[in-house]
């Protein structure tokens, strides 16, 4: 939820300077941004769809915890598979987005080491 209000932040004070030096909010690259030191590509990442993410990240660490990896692999799956359509990680709802694909990797991933995983 704090990447939600740091997006919100970034985005109003774009708006506000865009105001005052004529420079518009949709002006503003995210490689200008990158270089100013502020990672706005993974705000937006991490921004979008907080409190969704915020409980499927709390699920699969809680499976992690309690060694449960068939709920936890679910858990990583039903991420993965929001992200793909747009439902979390990105500012649209759209199927395959670019921007999007390194999240359901990451989802993925994170499915396959909890299948790898051997049960205790």
């Known amino acids: 939820m704090g990447a939600n209000w740091e997006l919100v ?3 109003n004070a774009i708006s506000a300077a865009g105001m005052s030096v ?3 909010a949709d ?3 995210s490689l200008a941004l990158h270089n100013a030191g502020l990672f706005y590509d ?5 921004g979008n769809g907080a409190p969704i993410t915020s409980v499927l990240w709390g699920c699969i ?3 992690i915890i309690r060694n449960t990896p068939i709920r936890g692999i679910i ?3 039903l991420g993965a598979a929001l992200t793909f359509v747009g439902a979390i990680h990105t500012s ?4 395959a987005q ?6 359901v990797w990451g989802y993925l991933l994170i499915a396959g080491f909890l299948a790898y995983k051997p049960s205790m």
Not at 98 to 103: F, G, H, K, N, Q
């Open 9 to 11: 932040a970034v985005n």
């Open 22 to 24: 004529g420079t518009g």
């Open 27 to 29: 002006q503003v690259s």
């Open 42 to 46: 993974g705000l937006v990442a991490l």
């Open 61 to 63: 660490f809680v499976f």
């Open 75 to 77: 858990a990583a799956v």
């Open 92 to 95: 649209t709802i759209g199927i």
């Open 98 to 103: 670019t921007t999007a694909m390194p999240s």
